[in-house]
């Protein structure tokens, strides 16, 4: 069963919907053929603008400092918070990230999973204690001296940067334990915001069948792989199931604990990746084990009319997959 939270955003996704006129693909095909490529998209990027800016909205009439965001893989939740920190400063404040991947405890420390090796996903993977203390000095005012976490060593280390936060500052903090309430103990729950970032795709494939939302973050995910981590399709769809599993421990269990949620799906977008995802599935070879997934998804995929992605503007959210950004990542 969805929590009321999900419920409330997948209703107002379908009222999205309602705005655009397309529902299914077959809608959305015919309207592409029909020139109407623009429009929808048009729509579709000043809808998702119009909800971030509520989000901040809500923040400053709450007064919270401390933004806290999480959501699962591929669901944008890096360029969801570089947005929102744009609306937060046409609003009068001065927005402020930083990485809870800087908080890592050093990597000899690190819990093991089940098959001995380095669990990242946990929430053991992180220095709680130190990353509290930290919050708690800032928002008293203090200054503190950031650290940094060396992949290559796998340790922590000083960045050199310093941070004090001032009266108008806001601190976004982005992390799959970020709605976690055992992440951040120590800081009291009105001094928070907690933000959900999901992409749920609502397009139908027909008025009966719906679209796998994991599906379609796994193409975004594996678009970014390939344009920014040299990992191919097959190394994509290998983790895939790891991934899966760490968002049902950590992150779904406490989606409902936000204070509001943002669904980054485009109803476009699918045709827009399409022509990007197609030629990188083909590559799986038909000895591989991932083979007959990539045989779903390219059926899948394949059933779109193609967008040609010239038409994406540089701050929308699929920037962050495609490439041809304005944010630097």
């Given at each position: 069963?969805?929590?009321?939270?999900?419920?409330?955003?997948i209703?107002e996704?379908?009222?999205?919907?309602?705005?655009?006129?397309?529902?299914?693909?077959?809608?959305?095909?015919?309207?592409?053929?029909?020139?109407?490529?623009?429009?929808?998209?048009?729509?579709?990027?000043?809808?998702?603008?119009?909800?971030?800016?509520?989000?901040?909205?809500?923040?400053?009439?709450?007064?919270?400092?401390?933004?806290?965001?999480?959501?699962?893989?591929?669901?944008?939740?890096?360029?969801?918070?570089?947005?929102?920190?744009?609306?937060l400063?046409?609003?009068?404040?001065?927005?402020?990230?930083?990485?809870?991947?800087?908080?890592?405890?050093?990597?000899?420390?690190?819990?093991?999973?089940?098959?001995?090796?380095?669990?990242?996903?946990?929430?053991?993977?992180?220095?709680?204690?130190?990353?509290?203390?930290?919050?708690?000095?800032?928002?008293?005012?203090?200054?503190?001296?950031?650290?940094?976490?060396?992949?290559?060593?796998g340790?922590?280390?000083?960045?050199?940067r310093?941070?004090?936060?001032?009266?108008?500052?806001?601190l976004?903090?982005?992390?799959?334990?970020?709605?976690?309430?055992?992440?951040?103990?120590?800081?009291?729950r009105?001094?928070?915001?907690?933000?959900?970032?999901?992409?749920?795709?609502?397009?139908?494939?027909?008025e009966?069948?719906k679209?796998?939302?994991?599906?379609?973050?796994?193409?975004?995910?594996?678009?970014?792989?390939?344009?920014?981590?040299?990992?191919?399709?097959?190394?994509?769809?290998?983790?895939?199931?790891?991934?899966?599993?760490?968002?049902?421990?950590?992150?779904?269990?406490?989606e409902?604990?936000?204070?509001?949620?943002?669904?980054?799906?485009?109803?476009?977008?699918?045709?827009?990746?399409r022509?990007?995802?197609?030629?990188?599935?083909?590559?799986?070879?038909?000895s591989?084990?991932?083979?007959?997934e990539?045989?779903?998804?390219?059926?899948?995929?394949?059933?779109?009319?193609?967008?040609?992605?010239?038409?994406?503007?540089?701050?929308?959210?699929?920037?962050?997959?495609?490439?041809?950004?304005?944010?630097?990542?």
């Amino acid at each position: 069963m969805k929590s009321p939270k999900l419920e409330a955003l997948i209703a107002e996704q379908k009222r999205w919907q309602e705005t655009v006129g397309i529902g299914t693909v077959a809608e959305l095909n015919a309207a592409v053929r029909a020139g109407h490529a623009t429009d929808i998209i048009n729509v579709c990027e000043v809808l998702q603008a119009r909800k971030i800016a509520r989000v901040a909205d809500e923040i400053y009439d709450l007064g919270r400092r401390l933004v806290l965001l999480a959501g699962p893989s591929s669901s944008g939740k890096t360029t969801t918070s570089k947005r929102l920190g744009i609306q937060l400063a046409a609003l009068g404040l001065r927005p402020t990230a930083i990485s809870m991947d800087d908080y890592f405890v050093n990597r000899v420390n690190t819990p093991l999973d089940e098959n001995g090796e380095y669990d990242y996903e946990c929430l053991g993977a992180l220095d709680v204690p130190y990353f509290n203390k930290q919050l708690t000095q800032l928002l008293s005012g203090e200054t503190v001296s950031l650290p940094r976490y060396d992949f290559v060593s796998g340790e922590r280390v000083p960045s050199g940067r310093e941070l004090k936060l001032e009266k108008n500052n806001v601190l976004i903090i982005e992390g799959i334990h970020a709605l976690n309430p055992d992440l951040t103990p120590q800081i009291p729950r009105d001094e928070k915001f907690l933000l959900y970032v999901t992409a749920l795709t609502t397009i139908q494939i027909d008025e009966k069948k719906k679209i796998s939302t994991s599906d379609a973050r796994l193409l975004r995910r594996m678009l970014r792989d390939k344009n920014f981590r040299n990992y191919s399709a097959e190394e994509t769809l290998h983790r895939w199931p790891s991934v899966r599993a760490g968002e049902e421990k950590w992150i779904f269990p406490f989606e409902d604990n936000c204070d509001m949620m943002v669904n980054t799906a485009l109803n476009y977008e699918l045709s827009v990746l399409r022509t990007h995802v197609l030629p990188i599935l083909e590559e799986v070879p038909e000895s591989s084990p991932e083979y007959a997934e990539s045989l779903h998804l390219r059926s899948f995929i394949g059933l779109f009319e193609p967008i040609r992605d010239k038409q994406i503007p540089p701050t929308s959210l699929l920037r962050e997959f495609l490439g041809g950004s304005s944010f630097h990542y």
